[in-house]
């Protein structure tokens, strides 16, 4: 078996409804507009202190991906997907430029060669995260996706077997109320959260990272709301520093709280070990991470108590099983990251937390129906806060290529 065709697709879908664009930090097309001040301070955007100007990272309103489809000379299709928010042409252009032209003619099935490979190819110019290795995890999605089906059975049973036929999820992500919208604000996302519990999910995110009081109120009234037995993640997008951090943290253990998600940016590993040692709740983080090496260091300093690799970013399946498996050397559980993305991604985080041992919970974005469902012959199963494991060989999966190609993007 070798494989014959590569080829790589931005896909731009739309999100459910009248969605708010929900970012890592505030909104990069309104640079200046405070986060934190109330209306008619005298103060702005650039006086304002955590620096919520310096946070904000770019996305577009509207689902975007790369795709990867793998085709073998017997015709044998594998699919996988890079993570990549905004600006998806820039990982296709290395995957297509780079990576293509070292697997070309490859056994595909030889997939811990080929990361090798890919990997290796600028490894001594220092490309150890970004748009290069959201490349090679969609590739190699792909490749495990042709394994799967070259043995007929699904990737779980290949990444040391299948722990569980079920994943349990939170439901991602619940957005962070404004300065202006106030009380009115909070009980929408209250009224949301209730409707998230009122389809089975027994935990939930949301995101924080406004003003500590408002996120008091927010987080307050969801507890009171939703009652003990709903468990609450708190998201805050790397806006604070190591003392408002701290803070924010003993604030949100008065509420049983069951994590704080990337408070920090991802730079300070440092910080995230003091802030590790200071609190009750856990630290959580690793989305923006990638590669085991990476990983390590944060885990050697004690710098999370739960990470949250993504397997559109990290380094595909591959990397995210090594991930896993350093991280339960440490004592320490994994939840997989899910953010933007279609249900290629999807299928593979499952499949990923199906044979994880030391799995905790995975994330499960709430507003990418077409995304999702959309592009499947056979939907998932989500039901009471699980979803099933999809058996088909492979990722699971069966893709209606038609209803994906049409949200493929003209070459640009």
Known sequence: MKIANIETFVVR????????VLTAGQRHSAPDVPVMLRAGHPGTARTEYPPAWR?????????????????TDGGRVGWGEMHTPVAGEVAK??????????????DPRQIGPLWDAMYSSMRIRGHFN??????????????????????????CKLMGGQVRDRVPLYASCL???SVSAGEAGIADVVAAAQGLVARGFTTLKVKVGVRLDIDRALIGALRSALGPRVGIAVYAGGA???PYARQAGRMLEDFDVLWLEE??????????????????????????????????DYLADGAFDLIKPDVGRAGGLSECRKIGMLADTYGLPVAPHI????????????????????????????????????????PFTVEGGFVAVPSLPGLGIAVDEAALRRWQAAPA
């Open 13 to 20: 879908i739309p999100f459910d409804g009248e969605r708010p």
């Open 55 to 71: 946070l904000k990272a770019v996305y577009t309103d509207f689902v975007e991906a790369v795709i990867v489809r793998i085709e």
């Open 93 to 106: 252009a290395a995957a297509d430029a780079l990576l293509a032209p070292l697997l070309l003619g490859r």
């Open 130 to 155: 970004g748009f290069l290795m959201e490349a090679i995890s969609g590739v190699d999605m792909a490749l495990w996706d042709i394994l799967g089906k070259a043995a007929g059975v699904s990737a």
């Open 175 to 177: 957005p962070s109320v």
């Open 240 to 242: 604070y520093d190591f």
């Open 263 to 296: 408070p920090l940016a991802p730079e300070l590993r440092r910080d995230y070990a003091r802030l590790t040692r200071a609190l009750d709740i856990a630290v959580a983080g690793g989305g923006a991470l990638a590669g085991r090496w990476a990983f390590n």
């Open 339 to 378: 953010s933007r993305g279609t249900a290629i991604y999807q299928a593979a985080s499952v499949q990923w937390a199906a044979a994880a041992p030391n799995l905790m919970i995975c994330e499960w974005p709430m507003d990418q129906t077409a995304a999702s469902e959309g592009i499947l012959q056979t």
